[in-house]
């Protein structure tokens, strides 16, 4: 299985999508946008901005877990790791969000819209 981008709509039929690793691992979470053709657009700027090293914020949560945020060109989140148990394991995320984002397939699992 290669790396891939699950396009789904959320309970409040919203739309969403997670970049999964090719062993499945959810390794970054977009946000909620209301349209489609909105989290389609985020993924593109995830591709964009994946490769790009100023991009990525990292910070470390209230329980002291590090975790990273991708970020567009005009300061937005467009993209937060999971919570990670160590600082390395953190920068592997971030190594892997940057080499598979641009050749992540899409998997539409939203129905037709």
């Known amino acids: 299985?290669?790396?891939?981008?699950v396009l789904k709509k959320t309970a409040?039929?919203?739309?969403?999508f997670n970049l999964c690793s090719s062993n499945g691992q959810v390794i970054l979470t977009s946000e909620r946008y209301a349209q489609k053709s909105g989290a389609l657009n985020g993924i593109e700027s995830v591709r964009k901005n994946s490769v790009i090293e100023a991009r990525y914020d990292r910070g470390t949560s209230d329980s002291g877990k590090?975790?990273?945020r991708l970020k567009a060109a005009n300061g937005q989140v467009i993209g937060v790791s999971q919570m990670y148990a160590g600082a390395d394991t953190c920068e592997a995320g971030i190594e892997s969000v940057k080499r598979t984002a641009a050749i992540a397939t899409v998997d539409d699992q939203t129905g037709a819209q």
């Open 12 to 16: 409040d039929g919203q739309c969403m």
């Open 66 to 68: 590090p975790y990273f």
């Open 1 to 5: 299985m290669s790396a891939k981008f």
